[in-house]
């Protein structure tokens, strides 16, 4: 996996202890703190305490002023909210915390400069490239800092003495790291830089990693792997060497997958009908009951459901299968909630668990999903009847698509060794935002952005909305009235001279007025307006810090080009297709999604 950044936050430290924030992690990533301070001497800044245990990386004395030290450590299950830092008396210190995910603490660089962090050489293609710089001013004065170069930069002050910036961005290229100026807004009296580059984890091996039987085409030498097996107990069938693959995944929708099977002869034949036969007598295997899991590098980047096999041969030429399937989300809109459900008061998150369980609890509908633990602190109250004749998957994406919902995907991921179908969920979003940890450029002078696209669609979306649910019943002569939700209107675009546009939302059995109304303030905050779908095409290079398993996470781009004015754009990824190097493009493509919206961040 790449490594990321997760997030970053910076504190200032008044005395001779405090507290410094710790910013958004999860166990497993690699934490550093940077800990600069203008009085007393070095040895007067001690460890951080909180968590697991911070161990000393770098020191760097001051001189006229006590210095920088920099502390590393693994996360554990259980980090808290704040550190404790220490200094000396009558010390104003920054100390600005770093969590990287996709990391280790064994493959760290680290090269001391001054304002001007000098280049280092990276201990693997790929990582996050930290630049840190701190000082003091001549007399006390509020400093700014700044760093060139797409670099996200995050500052702190304490008061207008000990000044400190942490520049962050990835790389992927194992050639050296350029040195970087950080720039303060004003002269300092003592001032020092550190570049540090943390290397991603090795590409995990695929695990239990099966003995091909004779009959098995030949796994090649490509980049891309395509593993078929059966989806419910995943007995492995076979590799499939593929032509004209493409394949995407989304937040909110099932991604699909198509490829073409060549049969170039009946050996080959014979090969693939171990996994497509050739006729219906042969149930255990086939479109409906084989998944293809898609391995970059070695590293899990998705798992299709293949529901359609459509072989062929045109007027020229042998004979080929062209397969199609979707992301394992699709099937659960497949089965039929048969059961009456219900949960008062239980938080949105625990119902979609449970409702995942149950369905797995059903016979010949258990995916092995490995559910993400925790909660949203959202309450709800559901009950789902199997009059409805309604879907697992249609529950889910109701559950999640309403205000103050939540996003979830399915994922292949190698956990502690093990191949794991994990269903994972973000409040209020997935992903990392802050700061974007992707970067791409569409420039003149060069970039990988191949293409753009900017859909703006007035009538996808609306300026009032509402929701519509089930009938209230009543008597023959009076008929039954169905329930409507209160319109939520789009404020500010209705303000700036926008007309009225009406959207009814139908929600057929949902009974409760207090779910309409949620339904209705979630497509109000979705879809106000016009929609607008942003779509750029990139190349990949060998080691991408984007993968389909990061969806949610913001990307930085730079636009400069006959339309855009030079400047730089900030959307969240919420869809990922990928299109390997085939016979008619020698690029690997990825066309990314965007939020049509400027990120949070």
């Known amino acids: 996996m790449p490594a990321l950044i997760r997030g970053v936050v910076g504190t200032s430290v008044h005395g001779v202890s405090g507290p410094a924030d710790a910013p958004a992690v999860q166990a ?68 600005i915390i770093a969590a990287i995910r996709g990391a280790t603490l064994n493959d760290i660089t680290i090269v001391a400069g001054d304002a001007t962090t000098p280049e280092a050489t990276p201990a693997t293609a790929s990582g996050v490239d930290l630049r840190y710089g701190a000082g003091v001013p001549f007399v006390g004065a509020d400093v700014t800092w700044s760093a060139s170069g797409g670099y996200t930069v995050t500052q702190r002050q304490s008061t207008v003495w000990t000044s400190a910036c942490l520049a962050t961005r990835t790389y992927s290229s194992s050639a050296d790291r350029p040195s970087v100026e950080l720039e303060p807004s004003t002269s300092l009296h003592v001032s020092h830089g550190l570049t540090v580059l943390v290397a991603s984890t090795p590409a995990p091996t695929v695990p239990e990693t099966p003995t091909y039987p004779a009959w098995a085409p030949s796994r090649g030498s490509a980049p891309y792997q395509y593993v078929f097996r059966r989806m419910l107990d995943r007995s ?52 409906g009951v084989i998944s293809c899991e898609i391995y970059r590098e070695g590293e899990c980047w998705g ?20 397969l199609s399937g979707s992301t394992l989300d699709a099937y659960l809109g497949q089965v039929e909630i048969q059961d009456d459900l219900s949960w008062a ?8 668990r449970a409702l995942l369980t149950d369905l797995q609890s059903q016979a010949h509908a258990n995916l092995g999903l490995v559910l993400q633990t925790g909660t949203a602190g959202v309450l709800r109250s559901r009950e789902y009847l199997a009059s409805e004749q309604v879907t697992y998957g249609q529950r889910l994406a109701e559950l999640a698509q309403q205000d103050g919902g939540f996003e979830w995907m399915i994922n292949l991921e190698v956990v502690d060794g093990v191949l794991q179908r ?27 952005v191949l293409s753009w696209s900017e859909q703006i669609d007035a009538l996808r979306g609306a300026t009032r909305w509402r929701a519509s649910g089930s009938g209230t019943g009543g008597d023959a002569s009076s008929g039954s009235t169905t329930l409507v939700s ?49 779509q750029v095409s990139v190349t990949f290079g ?11 996470d913001a990307a930085r781009i730079f636009f400069d080009n006959e339309w855009h004015l030079p400047h730089w754009r900030t959307r969240r990824v919420i869809g990922l297709g990928i299109t390997p190097v085939s016979r008619e493009s020698g690029k690997e493509e990825a066309q990314l999604v965007l939020e049509g919206r400027e990120s949070d961040a």
């Open 542 to 552: 060998a080691n991408p810090s984007l993968t389909p398993n990061l969806l949610g």
């Open 486 to 534: 209160d319109v939520h209107e789009a404020a500010a675009h209705l303000a700036a001279g926008w007309p009225r546009i009406d959207r009814t939302v139908s929600y057929s059995d949902e009974s409760d007025p207090d779910t309409l109304e949620a339904y209705a303030a979630w497509w109000a905050a979705a879809a106000p307006g016009s929609v607008r779908v942003d």
């Open 236 to 287: 492995y069938l076979g590799h499939l060497d593929l032509t004209d693959v493409s394949f995407d995944k989304r937040i909110g929708q099932a991604g699909s997958f198509s490829a073409t099977i060549p049969i170039p002869s009946r050996e080959d034949g014979d090969q693939v009908a171990e996994i497509i036969p050739r006729d219906d007598s042969y149930l255990d295997r086939g479109p």
């Open 422 to 448: 994990r269903w994972v969920w973000g409040y209020p979003k997935l992903g990392v935002q802050d700061p974007p940890p992707h970067l791409f450029v569409d420039s003149p002078h060069g970039g990988d």
């Open 345 to 352: 008061d239980l938080d949105q998150v625990a119902i979609a």
């Open 303 to 322: 798992e299709y459901w293949i529901t359609s096999a459509t072989p062929s041969r045109s007027e020229r030429g042998t004979p080929s299968i062209s």
């Open 28 to 95: 497993g990533d690699v934490l550093l703190a940077f800990h600069s301070s203008d009085a007393g001497s070095s040895s007067g800044m001690g460890r951080p305490q909180g968590g697991t245990t911070w161990q000393p990386l770098y020191q760097l004395p001051g001189g006229a002023w006590a210095g920088t030290k920099v502390w590393g450590k693994v996360a554990g299950s259980s980090e808290p909210a704040e550190y404790t830092i220490s200094q000396n008396a009558n010390a104003d210190g920054v100390v």
